[in-house]
């Protein structure tokens, strides 16, 4: 009986899980093709490679950094940029991520939400919306939220710059 009860838990949290995720997926899929939205896709694979280009990497925090990230999906637009934002809310389950940060300042909306524990993370996702923005980032894999910001400094990417705002708060 304890077996299936427990078979029963981790069926339902794997379910659960990867309902957020489709979430996310179906939202970024909807979007991808319209030429009113930037895109940025990088694969697992993409980051492999990266990780293994970072051997000669001075910064040892960025390298530790670029081999836990599995993904990377952004979507950002300012076209209609509220709206995309409203319907993002409504569609992604944000109730079942952790808040690390809200940001609101002269009409735009920043929220950084994280899955796991602790400083580490399964996966951060970045919303912005305002009248002139929107942005869906979402990193998946074994993230160091303390070095994230890391990468905004480092890569010049649509949305990315929204990541230094964790090191201010």
Do not use: C, W
Request: no cysteine; net charge negative.
């Amino acid at each position: 009986m304890k077996q299936l009860t427990s078979l029963a838990l981790a069926l339902f949290f794997t379910v659960a899980s990867y309902a957020q995720v489709d979430a996310i997926d179906k939202f970024f899929n909807q979007y991808q093709e319209n030429q009113d939205f930037t895109v940025v896709f990088v694969s697992p694979k993409m980051f492999q490679m990266a990780a293994k280009a970072t051997q000669d990497m001075e910064d040892p925090e960025l390298k530790e950094l670029i081999n836990g990230i599995k993904g990377l999906k952004i979507l950002t637009t300012d076209v209609n940029a509220a709206k995309y934002y409203s319907e993002a809310i409504k569609k992604i389950p944000v109730g079942e991520y952790e808040t690390l940060v809200t940001v609101r300042d002269k009409g735009e909306n920043v929220r950084f939400l994280t899955k796991g524990t602790g400083d580490i993370v399964n996966e951060l996702l970045l919303l912005v919306g305002g009248k002139d923005e929107f942005v869906l980032m979402s990193f998946v894999g074994k993230i160091d939220i303390n070095k994230i910001s890391k990468l905004a400094k480092k890569f010049n990417v649509d949305g990315i710059e929204h990541l230094e705002k964790i090191e201010k708060h």
